[in-house]
Nanobody, 114 residues
Framework: VQLQASGGGLVQAGGSLRLSCAAS????????MGWYRQAPGKQRELVAV???????VYADSMKGRSTLSRDNAKNTVDLQMNSLEPEDTAVYYC?????????WGQGTLVTVSS
């Protein structure tokens, strides 16, 4: 499984960004897909993921500020982030889990300036 992430960039505090992750296989073959992030000096943490059945889990810090959506026809999972804060600055990684294997995209940098 290959994951192609896009959409990172520089945004001012309070702004919005949309990240997109495209999978090289049908997302129906993926049990869990979504986004994680890693800030400098910190561990990688969950942002939001969606199960094959459509259940979405958000990190507490992202609830109310982000929306995860899936396009079954395009095999993509998008993360819309609003009201961004400097604390959201990190490298965002797309992740997919299936058949006991976890796959990662190349990461996309999100920088939120104050």
């Amino acid at each position: 499984v290959q994951l192609q992430a896009s959409g990172g960039g520089l945004v001012q505090a309070g702004g919005s960004l949309r990240l997109s992750c495209a999978a090289s296989v049908s997302i129906f073959s993926i049990n869990l897909m979504g986004w994680y992030r890693q800030a400098p000096g910190k561990q990688r943490e969950l942002v939001a993921v969606i199960t094959r059945g459509g259940t979405i889990v958000y990190a507490d810090s992202m609830k109310g500020r982000s929306t995860l959506s899936r396009d079954n026809a395009k095999n993509t999972v998008d993360l819309q982030m609003n009201s961004l804060e400097p604390e959201d600055t990190a490298v965002y990684y797309c992740s997919a889990k299936g058949s006991g294997v976890e796959y990662w995209g190349q990461g996309t940098l999100v920088t939120v300036s104050s």
